[in-house]
């Protein structure tokens, strides 16, 4: 099924679109982590606490003609808003490009932005809100079979391939971490935050032994177990493969800005990177190039 609109009107459309949701993004890579509410208070400076007035929260354009400052106490506003405003609406203009009018490029775009505060806000406290994990698995194990059923396709056999989408994606990633674990403990190395100082490792009979591991949260593997419910068994696999590869790069790079090694960092933006990359790339692309 596609939606009547004009091919022409298509991107601009989506592009709008995603820079308000983005604008919502902002305040939920802001507040989730904080435990607050993404309804209330409506957003308000962050240096004197006035309610931001609408005319100075259009995306992107209220930041430029402000230039960066709030207008009550001129405190610098960051950057990174009109960025996660601008990356959305690029993002969901891309996915509208890629799949045109239809029911999924709406899939897409939600998981785009479910993808877009997962990194960010791993990369600002290295965690995973399970409301973002968790929540968009659930979603995504109703919105993709209804959706494949919607365009024509078979329920049962769309939400069979989810289930096993997840368990690949989300199973893959805890063996390595779990082996990684094993084989650093046989090796005695230690990690600066694992398990902690003063404090011992688990053992068989505790939960941490099978949940807790040095280098990767549970949070990752919650967070590729919805996205093996979105892109599929043979998806997450592309999408395993690009994350590590654009681990390595950003990894690396943010190694080099800080000047040192070794320092934990959070994983989701580059699973969300190498996922957007899959989206537009046909299935198991990666694999065979490699």
């Known amino acids: 099924m596609t939606i009547e609109i004009a091919p022409e009107a298509l991107l601009p459309v989506a592009f709008v679109f995603g820079l308000l949701v983005g604008s919502f993004l902002n305040v939920v890579i802001h507040r989730v982590p904080e435990g607050l509410s993404v309804v209330s208070p409506p957003s308000r400076c962050p ?18 003609l402000l230039r960066g400052r709030c207008r009550a106490c001129s405190t610098s506003i960051s950057m990174r808003y009109p960025a996660v405003e601008l990356l959305t609406g690029l993002l969901f203009a891309a996915i509208s490009w890629r799949f045109g009018p239809t029911a999924w490029a709406m899939l897409y775009c939600l998981f785009g932005a479910a993808l877009i505060c997962a990194a960010m806000i791993d990369h600002d406290h290295q965690i995973i809100p399970d409301s973002i994990s968790l929540g968009g698995l659930a979603a995504a194990l109703v919105l993709v079979p209804a959706v494949t059923a919607w365009t024509g396709g078979d329920f049962v056999t769309a939400l069979w391939r989810s289930s096993l989408g997840t368990a690949i994606g989300a199973g893959t990633l805890w063996t390595v971490a779990f082996v990684h674990a094993r084989v650093a403990v046989a090796m005695g190395r230690t990690f600066e935050h694992w398990p902690g100082e003063g404090e011992a490792l688990p053992t068989p009979r505790e939960a941490d032994y099978w949940l807790w591991f040095p280098g990767l949260g549970l949070g990752d593997v919650k967070l590729l177990g919805m996205i093996g419910a979105v892109v599929g068994p043979l998806g997450v696999l592309d999408t ?33 990177v190498g996922t957007v990359a899959i989206l537009f790339l046909p299935r198991m692309w990666l694999l065979q190039v490699l």
Not at 47 to 64: F, H, M, Q, T, Y
Not at 257 to 267: H, I, K, Q, V, Y
Request: charge should be positive; include cysteine; glycine fraction near 12%.
């Open 47 to 64: 240096g004197c606490e006035s309610a931001i007035k609408p005319w100075d929260n259009v995306p992107v354009l209220s930041w430029l």
């Open 240 to 272: 395993i493969l690009a994350s590590s590869l654009a681990g390595l790069l950003l990894g690396s790079a943010q190694a080099l800005s800080r000047g040192a090694l070794g320092r934990p960092f959070g994983f989701a933006p580059a699973i969300a």
